[in-house]
């Protein structure tokens, strides 16, 4: 047993309005500069849709993640072969067109235009070249468009689809959308540390989180073909790759990430997990039916006295322990088994949870025109929802609707339970038969309901102390400096010849 | 005198500003060293300029080397008239590759708005520099031959003796122009690599080969900082 800690995050996907405020937080702090200004670290995407970049899921084009090669992993687009011998012009890099060119608007035209019968505009201009031009796609283009030929037509995740069934989600009445927001998930195996030549990319021990060391970055851009989420992105201005730091400086001091602190639908939560190292690799090679499974093996029980005493003997601080035992993440992830990984079938094991939408996936209209919310209906009612469940499936657990419906189950037995609760007007059979098919109590139902509905920000939020008054300690033993004529000397006090 | 000051003034210089140029911009300006990619904002023809370009380079780069470090080898294998043709013929392909690379990659630049905005003035000395260095190249390779057998005889000796600190130019002084051309615009290239964008190719990711694909770095050793008892003989962690 080998117990690391991770910093992890759920996003609750019911929750999301689709308001973007989690990405334009994320702007303002970290790529409003000369070309940073096409990356959105975070981003929300309307699914169905084609994402951004364009089709970003479609690893047959861009050769993103790990494929597994018998027992074993191996890069799909790069690697100490398959990259190094693209390095002068890499086969697999998708370019600015890809996601779009950034743009502004000439405002200081609506104040310095001369005197004219017509009213100034603020015609836009390109960010990288100053021209005019009409902007033609954006990073959220495909915003609420599920209906639509150009972006949910294109959806990759329909190639597993059935045509009736492709052509079923288009029906007027049945077209439905959630929202998806999307950053780096600072995978337990990240393809992009994997694929970078240099070393620049490294995942930090003591908290999981994945950078890039900017002055060892060679441009040699191999991550950007690497990460399957497509989420390092290269700074065409200054050379160099950049990616989500999972704002790293405000963790450090006790403050979520931008994105999640400012997050309006209150989606968002982060917490420790502690997991064992040893096991990544086996479970990166599973097979597809089972990569979900295997991943959440890999994370560890932080209140199991043996977990405690491996953790310990790796370092890790007492805080961080007790940050573990209280994680939000490891309720949702590991107790409740609510939220699942984006795209497993990548295999780099991302530390990004996501619970998966139930409304509108699930609700549909009955004869008489209303929604139907019967468990009796809802149970048989799976299979008609209005994302087929290989949808979902294929976003959410490599293709296994099983596990799928496991959880659709367990978020609609909370509902029931709270509506006999608090409304009062379906009989109470019915809403514990729907626990009990989901396999949990009540307690267990009210839990999920407060930290879903009713989380305090604390809660939401657990984030271990960095100990900076050990930071001392952590650079240097202060035994060394004992003697010396002072902190931040650095010639030994010997006398002067 | 010129020859004294293109064959022996220019070449100490230009290692001397390489070592101690590229040390420094290696140690204080680190963020400055990338092979600085255009492929994001154009990737198309980029394939068809960089790979001829840079594997004709490489190659051209080796032959070089080779014929520098094993002269008597070289002049074995030339023995035999078919393998000095085989030689010349594939070294000649390799400068045409190149040659034909360059000239997609200046083409590429001077027409695109995109590129030209990541184009700097070091970047149009950089095409300057490798045009006169390859055309030179190619017009010794066809109007002096055979390369591969005067090399090892007259080259070598002349670059041995730079190397050994008894420069001897005897050799190099009565070489036909284009000749001298490529030596100086050799020595200049190397002498401005500190200064352009020629760094990229010091630091080449060999590392990458051995090393193992994940990388975890610990920003300090808490389980030496856990043990209170070492912690007075002063244990400084290994990542510090
Ligand atoms: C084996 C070592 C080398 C590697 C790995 C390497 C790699 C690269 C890479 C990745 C680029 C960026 C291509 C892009 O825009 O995406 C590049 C560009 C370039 N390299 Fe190299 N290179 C090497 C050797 C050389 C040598 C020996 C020279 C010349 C003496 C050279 C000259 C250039 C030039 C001039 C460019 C700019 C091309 C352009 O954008 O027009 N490289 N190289
Ligand atoms: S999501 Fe992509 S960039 Fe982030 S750690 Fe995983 S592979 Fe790397
Ligand atoms: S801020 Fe929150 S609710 Fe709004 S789009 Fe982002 S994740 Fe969704």
Redesign the pocket.
């Known amino acids: 047993m080998d117990i690391r800690s991770q910093i992890s995050m759920v996003f609750h996907l019911d929750k999301c309005i689709g308001c973007h405020t989690c990405s334009i937080a994320c702007k303002n702090i970290w790529t409003d500069r000369k070309g940073a200004e096409y990356m959105w670290w975070n981003n929300v995407e309307t699914k169905p849709g084609t994402g951004y970049p364009s089709k970003w899921e479609d690893q047959d084009t861009y050769k993103g993640g790990w494929e597994k090669n018998g027992n074993s992993i191996s890069l799909k687009g790069a690697g100490k072969f398959k990259g190094m011998k693209s390095?002068?012009?890499?086969s697999n890099m998708p370019v600015i067109d890809d996601y779009y060119e950034p743009w502004t608007y000439k405002y200081e035209n609506l104040f310095e235009a001369k005197e004219g019968d017509d009213q100034p505009i603020a015609r836009p201009v390109s960010l990288i070249t100053g021209e005019y031009i009409t902007p033609k796609s954006g990073p959220n283009w495909d915003d609420d468009l599920a209906g639509s030929e150009d972006y949910a037509k294109n959806d990759v995740n329909f190639k597993n689809l059935s045509p009736a069934e492709q052509e079923a989600m288009f029906q007027l009445e049945r077209i439905t959308l959630h929202y998806l927001p999307r950053m780096c998930n600072h995978c337990l195996n990240p393809a992009c540390v994997a694929a970078c030549p240099s070393g620049a990319i490294y995942k930090r021990g003591e908290d999981g989180v994945v950078l890039i060391n900017q002055k060892k970055c060679r441009?040699?851009?191999m991550c950007v073909t690497a990460c399957p989420y497509k989420k390092s992105y290269y700074n065409w201005n200054t050379g160099k790759s950049e990616k989500c730091v999972l704002c790293y400086p405000r963790l450090e001091a006790g403050q979520a990430p931008a994105c999640h602190h400012s997050c309006v639908g209150r989606i968002r939560y982060i917490g420790v997990m502690l997991y064992d190292a040893d096991k990544i690799e086996a479970a990166a090679a599973s097979n597809d039916e089972d990569l979900v499974q295997n991943q959440l093996d890999i994370y560890v029980d932080p209140n199991d006295p043996r977990v405690i005493a491996a953790a310990k003997e790796n370092g890790i601080h007492d805080s961080t322990i007790e940050c573990a035992q209280k994680s939000p993440v490891y309720k949702f992830v590991k107790e409740w088994e609510l939220a699942l990984p984006l795209h497993p079938e990548f295999r780099t094991l991302p530390n990004l949870f996501y619970v998966p939408p139930l409304l509108p996936t699930m609700a549909f209209v009955n004869e008489e025109g209303t929604y139907e919310t019967t468990s009796e209906n809802f149970w048989g009612a799976i299979e008609k929802s209005r994302l087929p469940m290989g949808y979902m499936a294929s976003l959410f657990s490599a293709g296994n609707e099983e596990t799928i419906k496991t959880v659709l189950k367990k978020l609609m037995a909370v509902r029931l339970h709270r509506r006999e609760e608090t409304v009062g007007d379906l009989p109470k059979e019915e809403a514990m038969g729907a626990m009990k098919d989901a396999v949990m109590d009540k307690e267990m139902a009210d839990a999920i309901f407060r930290l879903t509905s009713l989380p305090l920000f604390d809660q939401r939020f657990v984030i271990p102390p960095a100990h900076r008054e050990e930071a001392m300690e952590m650079l240097e033993s202060t035994a060394d400096v004992k003697g010396n004529s002072g902190f931040g000397f650095k010639e030994p006090p010997v006398r002067g010849l | 005198m010129s020859n004294n000051f293109f064959f022996i003034g220019l070449p100490y210089a230009a290692l001397v500003v390489l070592l101690v140029g590229s040390i420094m911009r290696y140690m204080n300006l680190g963020f400055k060293i990338s092979?600085?990619?255009?492929?994001f904002l154009e990737g198309k023809e980029?394939f068809y300029?960089?790979r001829p370009?840079?594997w004709g380079?490489?190659f051209l780069?080796f032959g070089h080397l080779v014929a520098f470090l094993f002269p008597r080898s070289v002049i074995a294998w030339n023995s035999v008239p078919v393998r000095l043709l085989i030689l010349e013929v594939s070294a000649l392909g390799f400068g045409l590759s190149a040659l034909f690379g360059l000239l997609i990659?200046?083409v590429?630049?001077a027409k695109n708005r995109r590129l030209i905005m990541v184009t700097s003035k070091m970047?149009v000395f950089?095409?300057v520099l490798?045009f006169t260095q390859i055309v030179s190249g190619l017009w010794v390779a066809y109007f002096v031959r055979w390369g591969s057998a005067w090399f090892p005889a007259v080259l070598t000796p002349y670059l041995k003796s730079i190397f050994l600190f008894d420069p001897d130019i005897a050799g190099v002084a009565a070489m036909p122009l284009s000749v001298k051309i490529h030596i100086v615009s050799a020595f200049t290239?190397i002498g401005m690599i500190p200064f352009t964008?020629?760094m990229?190719?010091l630091v080449?990711p060999f590392r990458y080969f051995y090393r193992p694909y994940q990388y975890v770095i610990w920003n300090w050793d808490r389980k030496k900082i856990r043990s209170s008892r070492k912690l007075v003989n002063g244990v400084r962690s290994k990542n510090n």
């Open positions: 390095l002068f012009h890499n441009a040699w851009r | 092979s600085l990619s255009s492929q980029l300029g960089s370009f840079h380079l490489v780069f990659l200046v590429r630049r970047d950089v095409y490798l290239l964008r020629f990229h190719f080449y």
